[in-house]
């Protein structure tokens, strides 16, 4: 058979099903398949002829019952932010980072960090957390301390060695997902950063459905400077849109390079379209504000130390700052004290 | 099978996102081309390709024929210099507009990936380069799994890893390195990338991202390092303006004298380029690097389909 050029499926689709288990299938899903979870499964026209027909026919369709169990489990969080970018190696786990350490200096706040980033986990270590492991108790699975007031939760916590590879695929990973939600014991938290993978698939489109109902503040967009990180993230803001998630302002990581011999700025990751502030312009979100690349900034996540605190006078940290009070304009809270000069 | 006229099959894999996983494919790819070689590229980063751009043929539509489709030509085989074609297939050539989301779940990416390698149209390929998201997923599994069905042996060569130095980003890459191990995939070697800027300026080399790390990954794993690729802010404006690249006076890579003298720009103003984008990357500071790096991976790729 010829193979189809058709459009690719509207997201409208993808994003109104939603998430359930899926049924037990007699055969692998066809290439037509409309998703045996989907409202559509068993009914549509390209399932006449499919074995699976009968058995997704008789599936339960409707709303997943554990998402009022996760509503209830996240009451006592006030915000949720969700760090996003469709390009990989930005700066999302790092930029999550440092927010959850900014917010984190005020000892009265309590932040959350979850990381839905099933295969490539960066946030244990970037916090220091990178040998705990999940406590299970009555109340649910405890998440890891890197602070008196900052927890954290990741799949690394789960992994026999550290080194292992998680080979799943995308309903394995939505299923761990929903359970660092519903079965984590976040307890009163004044933010909640959800960090994740690149791309716009499952994990994201687990998250949305899974928080939608407990309301999620906003997502912060992550990018480069350059061209090729603008045209991925660009997806990613069309996505925040279709989803109907509120982007609360992109941030520009990376944005130039200060050689500690000459003082000389150089653009590294050259913005040859504009960089992020254009792109902002453009979709009409606001810009947070461009952080430049310090090696240093790397080299405190590599340690799982806080940038804030090891160096704060560095040009980036100014810069950060700048950034997360604007970041709390936009939920808001009022900058100057959530980051004080 | 659109899989049989190839003669090696090359992955290119990194755990890690940005590591520069496309912009290794794309340096592979065009070494491979000044060897003389014929080249194809696949990328299957469903939801960020970035392939298209690196080439310059974001416009470009893919022609569909009679049980399939036919790759993008980024430029055909010139026997007066010595270069082999290259082909490229991805998905961004089937989205109507380029910045729209592509939102997939699984199964469907899954059937996209297993469609890209049946239903592609390479004819004869002396190698195959397939670019892929990072993580160890749908994609992943879905390759891997086509792959060893339908690929004979001699002609997967393996994969080529990309990471970059700093702890952070080889802790993702050593969870690439299992996948491989544990799917059988033979890993060709490991690539360093960014590992340290040199200033346009002043000619001194910082280690922005430290440097080091993805040799020590390579050594505990015991696989083949392939080399440290400094980053060559170069290399972004030639990609992204097409720019052949110029370094000033006194700058050395590897010890070696790269600087350009300045050109004479023409007479309004520009300096004139229609050549091909292989032709200006022998310019790069990065092109010698990767030709050595490119001979490794011919001679691993060799060894395989010998053996």
């Not at chain 1, 109104?16 to 037990?24: D, G, H, R, W």
């Not at chain 1, 602070?147 to 939760?153: G, I, R, T, Y």
């Not at chain 1, 240093?296 to 040009?315: K, L, Q, T």
């Not at chain 1, 009070?325 to 808001?332: C, F, I, K």
Request: aromatic share 6%; hydrophobic share 40%.
């Amino acid at each position: 058979m010829a193979p189809s050029l058709e459009e690719p499926e509207a997201v409208q689709d993808v994003l109104a099903n939603p998430l359930k288990q899926k049924p037990q299938l007699v055969a692998p899903e066809p290439e037509h398949c409309p998703g045996p979870e989907s409202e559509q499964a068993g009914v549509a026209d390209s399932c006449a002829g499919c074995p699976n027909q009968k058995i997704c026919a008789a599936a339960p369709k409707g709303p997943d019952p554990d998402i009022p169990v996760i509503t209830a489990r996240l009451a006592g969080v006030r915000h949720k932010i969700l760090i996003l970018s469709g390009k990989g190696g930005v700066g999302k786990s790092t930029f999550t980072c440092l927010l959850a350490h900014a917010f984190a200096t005020n000892p009265e706040t309590t932040v959350g960090v979850m990381d839905t980033d099933i295969c490539g986990p960066s946030i244990p270590k970037m916090l220091g957390v990178e040998s705990e492991t999940i406590h299970v108790s009555s109340a649910g699975w405890s998440p890891a301390w890197a602070m008196d007031n900052l927890a954290v939760m990741s799949i690394q916590f789960m992994l026999p060695n550290r080194d292992d590879a998680i080979i799943w695929r995308g309903p394995k990973k939505n299923g761990l997902i929903k359970q660092f939600l519903k079965d984590v014991e976040w307890g009163d938290l004044d933010f909640l950063l959800v960090d994740t993978p690149p791309g716009t698939s499952d994990e994201h489109l687990s998250v949305n459905t899974f928080l939608k109902e407990s309301g999620i503040d906003g997502a912060v967009m992550v990018t480069t400077p350059q061209e090729v990180s603008l045209l991925d993230v660009r997806k990613e803001i069309d996505f925040c849109r279709k989803a109907s998630i509120r982007i609360l302002g992109l941030v520009e990581n990376m944005s130039a390079f200060i050689c500690p011999k000459c003082a000389h700025a150089n653009e590294i990751f050259r913005a040859t379209t504009g960089g992020g502030r254009a792109l902002a312009v453009e979709m009409g979100i606001p810009f947070l504000g461009s952080v430049p690349l310090d090696p240093r900034i790397g080299m405190a996540c590599d340690y799982g130390e806080s940038f804030f605190d090891s160096f704060p006078d560095s040009p980036a940290c100014v810069a950060l700052k700048g950034v997360v009070r604007e970041l709390a304009v936009q939920v808001g809270l009022d900058g100057k004290e959530i980051m004080p000069e | 099978m659109s899989l049989s006229k190839i003669k090696h099959i090359v992955l290119v894999l990194s755990g890690k996102g940005g590591v520069g996983k496309s912009s290794v494919t794309t340096q592979l790819a065009l070494s491979l081309s000044l060897a003389g070689h014929s080249v194809g590229v696949l990328d299957v980063d469903l939801t960020g390709p970035s392939i298209p751009r690196m080439f310059g043929i974001e416009d470009a539509k893919v022609t569909q024929a009679p049980g399939g489709w036919l790759p993008i030509t980024v430029h055909d085989a010139d026997s007066a210099t010595g270069i082999g074609s290259l082909r490229v297939m991805s998905l961004g050539f089937l989205l109507p507009r380029r910045g729209d989301a592509v939102v997939w779940r699984g199964p469907k990416k899954t059937a996209m990936v297993r469609q890209f390698l049946s239903d592609v149209f390479w004819d004869e390929l002396d190698f195959l380069l397939i670019d892929t998201p990072p993580g160890t997923s749908d994609e992943h599994i879905s390759l891997a799994e086509t792959l060893l069905q339908k690929a004979r042996p001699d002609q997967l060569a393996g994969a080529v890893v990309v990471t970059t130095p700093q702890a952070v980003a080889t802790a993702d890459v050593r969870k690439e390195l299992n996948f491989c191990t544990k799917t059988g995939i033979k890993v060709i070697g490991v690539i360093e990338n960014m590992s340290g800027f040199i200033c346009p300026n002043c000619s001194e080399c910082t280690n922005i991202f430290m440097s080091g790390g993805g040799e020590v990954m390579a050594n505990d794993f015991g696989v083949c390092f392939l080399g440290r690729v400094p980053i060559d802010p170069q290399f972004l404006v030639l990609i992204e303006t097409g720019k052949t690249p110029r370094y000033p006076e006194g700058t050395e890579v590897n010890g070696q004298d790269i600087s350009t003298p300045a050109q004479e720009p023409d007479a309004d103003g520009a300096v004139k380029e229609t050549v091909l984008l292989v032709h200006k990357y022998q310019d790069c500071s990065l092109a010698p690097i990767f030709k050595t790096m490119t001979a490794d991976v011919i001679s691993a790729a060799q060894q395989t389909s010998r053996s």
